[in-house]
């Protein structure tokens, strides 16, 4: 028999935690420096977690 098997990475941020991150992350950038792979890592992790919040209209 098989058994379930726990995901092995942390769990996905919420929408607002993400959204928080990225705020972060653009206040505190250095040398006016654009954090670009960090900001679209985190743009996505937002997105992901904004869609799967929405729930489908009936």
């Not at 028999?1 to 995901?7: S, V």
């Not at 990475?9 to 420096?33: C, K, Q, W, Y």
């Amino acid at each position: 028999m098989y058994e379930t098997l726990t995901p092995a990475g942390p769990a996905r941020p919420s929408a607002a935690e993400a959204n928080e991150a990225i705020r972060h992350l653009v206040e505190t950038r250095v040398d006016g420096e654009w954090p670009s792979q960090a900001y679209e890592f985190l743009l996505a992790e937002w997105a992901e977690a904004s869609h799967a919040e929405v729930s489908p209209a009936q």
